[in-house]
């Protein structure tokens, strides 16, 4: 904020100015200088640091919580394809055997 501040300031002033080509390079040489210093400010500000903290902290938290499902997710996915596998044997033994009773009673007929 205080970047777009100054660098608005800096171009108003360019702009009111009706100094010649030197005095603009000036005014943008102290512009620039001025948004380094602005920016070089932002970056040692302890409140900025500490967003950048937590923001750490918090994708690392959501990281954990992604791996935590995720997991859960790949228990939950293999007990599903155990019971399904289970049920497949058991729709496969009910066939076999509804089958071999149809055969016999038509071999016994």
Do not use: W, Y
Not at 29 to 49: E, M, Q, W
Not at 61 to 88: E, H, I, T
């Amino acid at each position: 904020m205080r970047i777009a501040l100054i660098f608005a300031a800096a171009l108003a002033l360019a702009g009111c100015s009706k100094s010649g080509d030197g005095n603009v390079q000036a005014d943008l040489h102290d512009t620039g200088n001025d948004l380094k210093a602005a920016a070089s400010s932002v970056a040692a500000d302890p409140d900025i640091k500490q967003v950048g903290q937590d923001a750490k902290q918090t994708a690392e938290d959501a990281a954990a919580q992604l791996k935590k499902a995720g997991a859960d997710l790949k228990v939950q996915a293999q007990d599903a394809a155990d019971k399904a596998k289970v049920d497949a044997h058991r729709a496969g033994d009910q066939a076999r055997d509804s089958a071999d009773n149809l055969r016999d009673n038509r071999a016994n007929n």
